[in-house]
């Protein structure tokens, strides 16, 4: 049963950046928990050598007080984790941690009965105390593991995941996601693009996302909305005569070193789609031109087909840079070369 538990309770990691952030977390965690065990061993020290004239109940309001902010701040981490890495839907403790670790996290408060009631113990105020300070280290260990179980299976089983952009009906979006792309909607309506529906990017990041065309075909928009990485944006797409891929996103994505050349990708092209719409129209008007060109009119149909054009070379940029050793979407490449070819008007290398 154990195994179980842990099994639905880490299902759904994430990709390699997901494993980067568990991992940024991770460390985090482990630095807090080191902190926390020589903090408290010292403070315990400290009033085993200098409270032992002290009141009982000053004692007892120190390792209290102490446990309290501990615990708090520990739960505080817990939450900010859950949110980043889009675990909102993990109970506030899973049940395989509490099963595995129970003893570990609520071994102090099971201890201070005893303790208080043990009449061989001359202090049993400073004892209790004691107690309560140390089992403050318990929550940040808690912590760490928790973090340590997300890093191992994200490495065990870290993949890139490929865009698939399966059809799904708006009913089937989870409540924050369709939240956020009915707000998208109505500002691409406004500019004058029409929805063209939602789709399922990728399964295991629960990504999903809205798309829009313009009037006259020619920009693409889109509105997506990642679960596992909490993340929201929106960008615009359009494809060049000669094969150029241009890309314009409102999240800040840099410059993309060891571009291709037939790849343009504009990061920070705004805070709302009217700012995006304007960005990536004067990218596009620049682009057309610098390479004597103009954008094609994208088939509706094919709008897997240029996602994956863009994806394509955009990940070869990360190969390039050796953040990812291979281009998960290589099994693809001669199908997307045919069908971008067939998509331009004049025979072009891409």
């Known amino acids: 049963?154990?195994?179980?538990?842990?099994?639905?309770?880490?299902?759904?990691?994430?990709?390699?950046?997901?494993?980067?952030?568990?991992?940024?977390?991770?460390?985090?965690?482990?630095?807090?928990?080191?902190?926390?065990?020589?903090?408290?061993?010292?403070?315990?020290?400290?009033?085993?050598k200098l409270g032992k004239d002290w009141p009982g109940e000053v004692l007892i309001a120190i390792g209290a007080v102490y446990h309290v902010l501990a615990v708090g701040l520990a739960i505080v981490l817990f939450r900010r984790v859950k949110r980043e890495l889009g675990r909102d839907h993990d109970p506030?403790?899973?049940?395989?941690?509490?099963?595995?670790?129970?003893?570990?996290?609520?071994?102090?408060?099971?201890?201070?009965?005893?303790?208080?009631?043990a009449k061989q113990l001359a202090h049993p105020e400073l004892w209790i105390a004691c107690v309560l300070i140390l089992g403050s280290a318990s929550w940040f260990g808690a912590l760490a593991l928790y973090l340590a179980a997300l890093w191992v299976r994200a490495w065990l089983t870290c993949s890139l995941e490929i865009v698939t952009l399966t059809?799904?009906?708006?009913?089937?979006?989870?409540?924050?996601?369709?939240?956020?792309l009915d707000a998208a909607e109505e500002e691409f309506e406004v500019l004058g693009f029409e929805k063209l529906g939602d789709y399922r990017q990728k399964e295991g990041e629960r990504q999903y996302a809205r798309y829009f065309v313009g009037a006259d075909g020619k920009f693409i928009g889109e509105a997506v909305c990642c679960e596992t990485q909490n993340m929201k944006t929106c960008s615009m797409v359009s494809l060049l005569a000669d094969g150029t891929y241009i890309e314009s996103a409102g999240l800040e994505v840099g410059e993309v070193p060891h571009a291709p050349e037939k790849l343009v990708m504009r990061g920070g092209a705004g805070k709302t789609v009217a700012e995006l719409l304007e960005s990536h129209g004067a990218t596009v008007q620049a682009e057309c031109a610098a390479r004597d060109t103009e954008p094609l009119r994208i088939p509706v149909d094919q709008l897997a087909l240029v996602a994956h054009y863009g994806l394509w070379m955009s990940?070869?940029?990360?190969?390039?840079?050796?953040?990812?050793?291979?281009?998960?979407?290589?099994?693809?490449?001669?199908?997307?070369?045919?069908?971008?070819?067939?998509?331009?008007?004049?025979?072009?290398?891409?």
């Open 1 to 48: 049963m154990l195994e179980k538990d842990i099994e639905a309770g880490l299902n759904v990691v994430g990709t390699g950046e997901t494993k980067q952030k568990v991992q940024r977390w991770l460390c985090l965690a482990l630095t807090l928990a080191g902190g926390e065990a020589v903090t408290v061993t010292v403070l315990s020290l400290a009033l085993a």
């Open 315 to 350: 990940h070869e940029s990360l190969v390039a840079q050796r953040f990812i050793t291979e281009n998960p979407y290589a099994p693809l490449l001669e199908s997307i070369r045919q069908g971008i070819r067939e998509l331009l008007p004049e025979p072009v290398e891409v």
């Open 167 to 180: 059809p799904i009906d708006a009913e089937e979006l989870p409540p924050a996601s369709r939240a956020y």
């Open 92 to 117: 506030a403790l899973p049940l395989w941690l509490l099963k595995a670790f129970g003893p570990f996290l609520f071994g102090p408060y099971l201890m201070l009965p005893f303790v208080a009631f």
